[in-house]
């Protein structure tokens, strides 16, 4: 045993150390069996995931540190393993026919949606910067690669050369406000840093490392102005991987922003929280005025999502455990929702057609009635209409922001969100009133009928009872601790 | 017979019309005729069931009756807690009357998308149903914007002419009023806990708060927007003439007969008693955005060409009475309100129905197009001209009880106001007259009309309950008023507590004896 770890820390990493084992047995399994037995290596995949989910569960309840500090094993960790893992099962599940009919090798595909995830689970119970860092690497490195997987195609190519280098200058600048904050409190743990920067004077320097992080992470999240890279590189990727980058990249790098936000740097809420509110406003309205008037679903999908992080920014604000709870919920949500509308887009995807324009929608309810059933109600959750999931999450999004106060980014949000419904609704224009379009039949294999019928039974559940989430996100939220409210009453 | 014991009649009345429509989902598309007679069973069952709010109600019995209730989301307080007043049991019969009623009405009228058709009907029926017997605030927002989606469908696939753009316009329009009035909901929940510390949607006991005045206008406001939209309220009104004119038929007769009153159930059950310091400082707007909306949509109507518009234009103007007689906070000036809002539904319900018969039958609603209707559909005449009457208010039917309560409640608090509204009364009965007169009247120019064929036997059952409804309520409305009293007298304690309790109870029975008088 090296000095300074126990057996603790390896039962604690353990959901971590199954992954990249299963990993790395994806990728040997590539190797080792013949060409024509590929579509083992999905099979494979899952059962890793699954794996990893049966080791996660036992932490659901978990309180400790790990590492020498640098992993946080609790709550809020457990909350956001749990849900990358839900997504990459969700996004294998749709991945198996779109890269048959792409022509793609599976191995290193599978093996890198692996190392994305754990990259996001390195993230969530990151409670260093250095931790964090390590684990936004690999899991942005893990993207740069699959964001570009489609190599005849130069739009993938295009997507994956924008992604890295704007990719890597983010991180750049994420990293220099790190080694700021560094410098300015001698210790990289977020919580030793919360109780020495506390007490210490505000200098500029510690405003510009604050504000060099918001936008490191803000490229990350995609909010607005750091969100330009979105629309290209979600539009060239394959989608699979869009629907994952879109659902798990933003839910790690929101559990980062958390962690450093709400967890280490609470004690400066009253400087990130204007900063937060200007960025909410800015990210929601700009992503849904964009997205009405795309014709590629993909890139309406795109700007759709950098919608979305501003009104999980709304729960930033409030930065109340309220406003984490709510953050949470949304998380959950929005995976199932979008990575449903995205597997939509995929089983559309067939020899003959690209399947992302909105005109290829035409007519689905004809050809498919249970698919465009199904985009209905993705479509109504994204934008917030009961009795789906998005209303819930949204709901107590704006519910949070009321609390704290912040009423008029509360009635920014909701206005949007009702703006937000025409292009939704223009989907469901096109699948249900519009002639049907050419092209081959629509064959859903039943890899693909179970991520579907997951996603739809996420996003319709937990509209009608989404009591059990509540309470497990207001767990994972305390936690977290908060940001106290701003006032008792409302500012009326 | 009280509160009905534990049976859970009100979620049997709710999920019916649901249950209808998934058992729909697994019938063959092509199998037209099964799908029709299915929806119709489970529409009429719907009605049937919801039959005990009537004769089980007890008058004297507690204010909410047939009360359920369940913990829905336990870690914030939402509850799935089900219950009715006097009013609200009204409603909820009125909407399932007009909705068995519309899904007769379609049986010809619809040949594409049968399925879909129906399985969107059933739905929006339970969620507005669902609206009507809420006491949980977010469960009443859950079932106010699950109406939405269905009927846009129902405007934007079985409609006519621009029917996508009515559709959209009535979608976003509507929901930008409930998104602002979710805000407005969430801060009445807040300032719920930080007086009382307890988190709950419960809505009576928001009754029963008293928040701070600043709290109360802005609550005001974004509730207002929420409902004046629905209603629909001058000036928000635009919407409606396009979506009743390019709904179907039957999406026409529930719109006017039913989801309209979303609007004004609101006021009622929210504004009005959630809010009383606020409700007063607006009784000012409020007045004289109805007598707009009466004088103005009256106007309108007169000079509308299309049949459908003029109806959807009386339609403002008939809502805007009852917002007048609401606002009047006047016990009787709240009954007539609630009388006429039942009026309204069975009246411009019933004439909605009338235009979708010869809408089927020629395929236009220009007026210029009719004429000398009397002698071809002489059973089509008889009925709408008692429908007629009934719109303007001609005494013996039912919607002179309303209006004469309306005015009676509003002549006592202001001379003035009521004198404007008689007005939109005469204007009323000018372009209904007027519009009865070149269908019905004069001779049969048009070839096309002389081989109209009559009323069949379905289409006249269409109207058989709403001529006996109108009639009744006419003759004698003590019944429904006598349900109305404690309604009333609940709302007016908390908005306008000069007239409650012993002023209420004598004015409602003033008002009842006057009615029954006729």
Redesign the interface.
């Known amino acids: 045993m090296p000095p300074g770890f126990s057996p603790a820390d390896f039962y604690n990493i353990l959901p971590e150390i199954v992954l990249t084992s299963g990993a790395l047995l994806v990728l040997v399994t590539d190797v080792v069996m013949s060409h024509a037995s590929r579509p083992l290596l999905g099979r494979v995949t899952l059962a890793v995931l699954g794996a990893t989910i049966l080791v996660l569960l036992p932490f659901h309840d978990a309180d400790a540190l790990a590492s020498q500090g640098l992993l946080a094993i609790d709550g809020f960790a457990f909350f956001f393993k749990l849900l990358f893992l839900l997504a990459a099962v969700i996004t294998v599940l749709m991945s198996a026919s779109y890269l048959d009919v792409e022509g793609l090798r599976a191995g290193a595909y599978y093996f890198l949606i692996l190392c994305a995830t754990l990259g996001m689970m390195f993230m969530a119970s990151g409670i260093d910067l250095i931790t964090i860092f390590v684990g936004l690497e690999t899991m942005a490195v893990a993207f740069y690669v699959l964001v570009g997987f489609l190599k005849p195609n130069r739009r993938s190519n295009e997507a994956a050369v924008k992604y890295f280098l704007l990719g890597t200058f983010s991180l750049g600048i994420l990293l220099f406000g790190m080694s700021m904050l560094y410098g300015l409190s001698g210790t990289t743990n977020l919580r030793e840093l919360a109780t020495t920067l506390a007490t210490e004077e505000r200098g500029p320097l510690l405003i510009m490392a604050l504000v060099l992080v918001v936008a490191g992470i803000g490229f990350k999240i995609a909010a607005v102005p750091f969100h330009m890279w979105a629309p290209d590189v979600y539009e060239g990727a394959p989608t699979p991987i869009t629907a994952f980058l879109s659902v798990g990249s933003k839910a790690a790098a929101v559990a980062v922003l958390l962690r450093i936000f709400v967890e280490g740097l609470p004690f400066l809420a009253d400087v990130w929280q204007p900063l937060f509110w200007v960025l909410a406003v800015l990210t929601m309205t700009v992503g849904n005025v964009a997205a009405l008037t795309q014709s590629n679903v993909k890139r309406m999908l795109a700007y759709s999502s950098i919608a979305h992080a501003g009104y999980v920014l709304i729960g930033v604000v409030a930065g109340t455990t309220r406003g984490v709870t709510a953050i949470l919920v949304y998380m959950v949500v929005y995976a199932f929702m979008q990575l449903g509308a995205f597997a939509v887009i995929v089983m559309l995807r067939r020899t003959d057609v690209v399947g992302d324009e909105l005109k290829d929608l035409s007519g689905l309810y004809f050809r498919h009635p249970a698919a465009a059933c199904a985009m209905l109600f993705f479509m109504?959750s994204l934008g917030?209409?009961?009795?789906t999931a998005g209303?819930m999450g949204k709901?107590?999004l704006?519910?949070a922001a009321?609390?704290s106060g912040y009423?008029w980014l509360?009635?920014i949000g909701?206005?949007n969100?009702?703006i937000s419904?025409?292009y939704y609704?223009r989907v469901i224009?096109f699948m249900?009133?519009k002639e049907e379009a050419l092209g081959s039949p629509i064959v859903v294999s039943p890899a693909m009928a179970v991520a579907l019928t997951v996603s739809l039974a996420g996003a319709v559940v937990l509209g009608l009872?989404?009591?059990p989430l509540?309470?497990l996100a207001?767990l994972s939220a305390q936690s977290l601790g908060g940001v106290a409210g701003r006032v008792?009453?409302?500012p009326? | 017979m009280s509160n009905a014991a534990e049976f859970p009649l009100l979620s049997l009345v709710l999920f019916t019309p649901l249950a209808g429509a998934v058992l729909l989902l697994f019938v063959d598309r092509t199998r037209e005729d099964t799908i029709r007679w299915i929806a119709n069973l489970s529409a009429g069952a719907g009605f049937l069931v919801s039959l005990p709010l009537w004769f089980w109600w007890d008058t004297d019995g507690t204010q909410w009756q047939f009360v359920e209730r369940v913990?829905?989301?336990?870690?914030?307080g939402a509850e799935y807690f089900l219950g009715v007043d006097g009013f609200s049991a009204l409603l909820v019969l009125l909407a399932t009357m007009m909705g068995s009623i519309a899904i007769l009405s379609s049986w010809t009228a619809i040949t594409e998308r049968v399925k879909e058709y129906y399985i969107f009907l059933l739905v929006l029926q339970t969620g507005m149903i669902g609206a009507f017997v809420s006491l949980d605030f977010?469960l009443f927002?859950?079932f106010w914007?699950?109406m939405?989606?269905p009927m846009?469908?129902l405007i934007?696939?079985w409609g006519s002419d621009r029917r996508?753009y009515s559709a959209?316009k009535f979608?976003?329009y509507t929901?930008?009023g409930s998104?602002?009035m979710?805000?407005g909901i969430?801060?009445v929940?807040?300032?719920h806990h930080?007086l009382t510390g307890t988190y709950s949607f419960d809505v009576t006991r928001f009754h029963e708060l008293n928040l701070?005045v600043?709290?109360q206008?802005?609550v005001f406001l974004a509730f207002f927007l929420g409902f004046a939209i629905k209603v629909p309220m001058f000036p928000f009104h635009t919407w409606l003439p396009d979506a009743h004119t390019d709904a179907p038929t039957a999406g026409s007769v529930i719109l006017a007969a039913v989801l309209l009153k979303m609007g004004t159930y609101g006021f009622i059950r929210f504004s009005l008693p959630i809010l009383p310091e606020a409700t007063r400082q607006f009784v000012p707007m409020m007045i004289w955005l109805s007598i707009i909306g009466i004088v103005y949509g009256a106007l309108v109507a007169m000079a509308q060409r299309d049949w459908k518009r003029l109806i959807a234009y009386s339609s403002v103007s008939h809502m805007a009475m009852v917002t007048l007689g609401l606002f009047a906070l006047t016990p009787v000036g709240i009954t007539g309100s609630i009388v006429q809002q039942l009026n309204h539904g069975i009246s411009t319900g019933a004439l909605f129905l009338l235009v979708g018969l010869v809408y089927e039958r020629r395929h236009t609603r220009e007026i210029s197009e009719y004429g000398g209707l009397s002698k071809v559909m002489p059973v089509y005449a008889a009925i709408f001209l008692i429908m007629t009457m009934s719109s303007i208010g001609l005494p013996a039917l039912n919607g002179f009880i309303g209006e004469i309560l309306i005015l009676q409640g509003v002549f006592v608090v202001n001379k003035m106001w009521a004198a404007v509204a008689a007005s939109g009364i005469v204007l009323g009965a000018a372009y209904m007259l007027w519009l009865y007169q070149r269908t019905m009247f004069g001779p049969v120019d048009n070839p096309k009309n002389e081989q109209l064929a009559d009323l069949s036997m379905r289409e006249v059952a269409t109207f058989v309950p709403l001529i006996i409804l109108a009639v009744w309520i006419g003759l004698y409305p003590s019944p429904i008023l006598r349900r109305l009293e404690s309604s009333v007298t609940y709302v007016i304690s908390r908005v306008n507590p000069a007239y409650a309790p012993q002023n209420a109870n004598a004015d409602v029975t003033a008002g009842g004896a006057l009615a029954e008088g006729q």
């Open positions: 109504l917030g209409i009961p009795p209303f709901f107590w704006f519910g009321i609390e009423v509360a009635v909701v206005v969100s009702a419904l025409y609704v224009v249900w009133f009872y989404p009591g509540f309470e207001e008792g009453a409302l009326f | 913990p829905w989301i336990p870690s914030i977010l927002f859950l914007e699950v939405l989606v846009y469908f934007g696939i996508l959209i979608f976003l929901l930008v998104v602002v979710l805000l969430l801060a929940y807040f300032e930080s701070p600043e709290v206008w802005w």
